[in-house]
């Protein structure tokens, strides 16, 4: 990580970040929840998950197929933000922010691994409610996801804001299922210059769902 923010070896900078690298080993818990669920019904762009509705042309479109699929959220963990000593340091904040997101990181590999060694999953993909554009499927669907999975605050620390973000920020939520067909929400999502794309945008792909 050093070598990836031209932190130099052996500066006062070096010294201050392996600092935090040293707080973030002893304090970090990188966390992760799912559900196993089933799709109980379909109407149109309405998919009905263990009887919730979540309403996507998309996801409607994924899961057309699917019957058992995997609710999740991962998160660096609530410890981070607890334990975080340099409030108002603009550069040790954005290094607590990249070492919150790779503990995120681990937890979302070990989330994975775990669902495909215990449920024998072949290929999957993963939709995430805001992940895309906004009308790919709407953020405001947090709040049905969260409902598949219970007390999520209480099981790993994570909480759910009015504005249907999720605290602390290094946090992901979703719905993975088996597909023979490659997905990333990156694929429907206009924006420009996002460090996190992952995938091209796929003009022919937003065009079928719009007139799906």
Same mark, same amino acid.
Not at 44 to 63: A, Q
Not at 77 to 87: H, I, L, S, T, V
Not at 189 to 199: D, E, L
């Given at each position: 990580?050093?070598?990836?923010?031209?932190?130099?070896?052996?500066?006062?900078?070096?010294?201050?970040?392996?600092?935090?690298?040293?707080?973030?080993?002893?304090?970090?818990?990188?966390?992760?929840?799912?559900?196993?669920?089933?799709?109980?019904?379909?109407?149109?762009?309405?998919?009905?998950?263990?009887?919730?509705? @979540?309403?996507?042309?998309?996801?409607?479109?994924?899961?057309?197929?699917?019957?058992?699929?995997?609710?999740?959220?991962?998160?660096?963990?609530?410890?981070?933000?607890?334990?975080?000593?340099?409030?108002?340091?603009?550069?040790?904040?954005?290094?607590?922010?990249?070492?919150?997101?790779?503990?995120?990181?681990?937890?979302?590999?070990?989330?994975?691994? &775990?669902?495909?060694?215990? @449920?024998?999953?072949?290929?999957?993909?993963?939709?995430?409610?805001?992940?895309?554009?906004?009308?790919?499927?709407?953020?405001?669907?947090?709040? &049905?996801?969260?409902?598949?999975?219970?007390?999520?605050?209480?099981?790993?620390?994570?909480?759910?804001?009015?504005?249907?973000?999720?605290?602390?920020?290094?946090?992901?939520?979703? +719905?993975? @299922?088996?597909?023979?067909?490659?997905?990333?929400?990156? &694929?429907?999502?206009?924006?420009?210059?996002?460090?996190?794309?992952?995938?091209?945008?796929?003009?022919?792909?937003?065009?079928? +769902?719009?007139?799906?």
């Amino acid at each position: 990580m050093m070598k990836q923010l031209h932190v130099e070896p052996g500066s006062d900078d070096a010294g201050a970040f392996q600092g935090l690298m040293d707080l973030a080993v002893a304090v970090g818990k990188p966390k992760a929840v799912y559900a196993v669920s089933f799709v109980d019904g379909r109407n149109g762009d309405t998919v009905e998950i263990d009887g919730i509705p @979540f309403t996507s042309r998309m996801l409607s479109r994924n899961l057309a197929s699917s019957e058992r699929v995997f609710p999740l959220i991962a998160t660096c963990g609530r410890e981070m933000d607890e334990a975080f000593p340099a409030k108002g340091d603009m550069l040790k904040e954005f290094w607590w922010d990249l070492i919150k997101n790779d503990l995120l990181g681990a937890a979302k590999r070990h989330l994975a691994d &775990e669902l495909h060694r215990k @449920f024998r999953l072949g290929k999957t993909a993963t939709m995430r409610p805001g992940s895309g554009d906004a009308s790919v499927w709407p953020i405001e669907q947090q709040k &049905e996801l969260f409902a598949l999975l219970g007390d999520v605050e209480q099981a790993i620390g994570v909480r759910l804001t009015d504005s249907f973000l999720m605290v602390p920020n290094k946090t992901t939520s979703g +719905i993975l @299922f088996p597909t023979e067909v490659d997905f990333r929400s990156c &694929e429907v999502c206009h924006r420009k210059n996002c460090p996190s794309r992952h995938a091209p945008f796929n003009k022919q792909l937003w065009e079928e +769902i719009q007139h799906d």
